[in-house]
């Protein structure tokens, strides 16, 4: 999908609003230990356009403060179908307060390991059918 340079730019002040709060109370020790590095609007764009279309459910397993997150849904994602899995629970509450202003529900945003079986499990979209590895649309 090609996005319009109003997304775009919208994409863009979604970062420039938020990237002062992105790492929250994470001390720079704490984000390498982490590995965590918050996606920027240029690469939030270039994913975005890899998709076919927004129109079933989007999982980001990792998603820090959630601007990928936000980026699909100001491209026209349904909020009530976009999920987030953080690791670190501070940073899940900051990407639910950060998408909670474009709609998506709180209950969307878990804490656990993406790696984990378990933790897919605790997604309001999850279904017996999906397994890590062999995912199907949940």
């Not at 590095?37 to 397993?61: C, H, Q, R, S, W």
């Not at 909020?79 to 629970?89: A, S």
Request: charged share 30%; proline share 4%; net charge negative.
């Amino acid at each position: 999908m090609i996005l319009s340079e109003k997304t775009k730019q919208k994409i863009f002040e979604d970062y420039e609003n938020c990237k002062d709060t992105m790492y929250g109370v994470l001390t720079e020790k704490e984000r390498k230990a982490l590995g965590a590095f918050y996606t920027p609007p240029a690469l939030v764009i270039k994913m975005i356009e890899k998709f076919e279309n927004l129109e079933g459910d989007i999982v980001d397993p990792c998603c820090g403060c959630g601007l990928l997150l936000s980026g699909v849904v100001i491209a026209g994602a349904n909020p009530k179908k976009v999920y987030g899995i953080e690791l670190n629970e501070g940073q899940a509450e900051l990407c639910r307060n950060h998408l909670e202003q474009y709609g998506v529900p709180r209950e969307n945003i878990i804490t656990g390991d993406c790696l984990d079986n378990k933790t897919w499990e605790k997604l309001p979209c999850y279904k017996k059918t999906f397994t890590f590895g062999e995912m199907k649309e949940c």
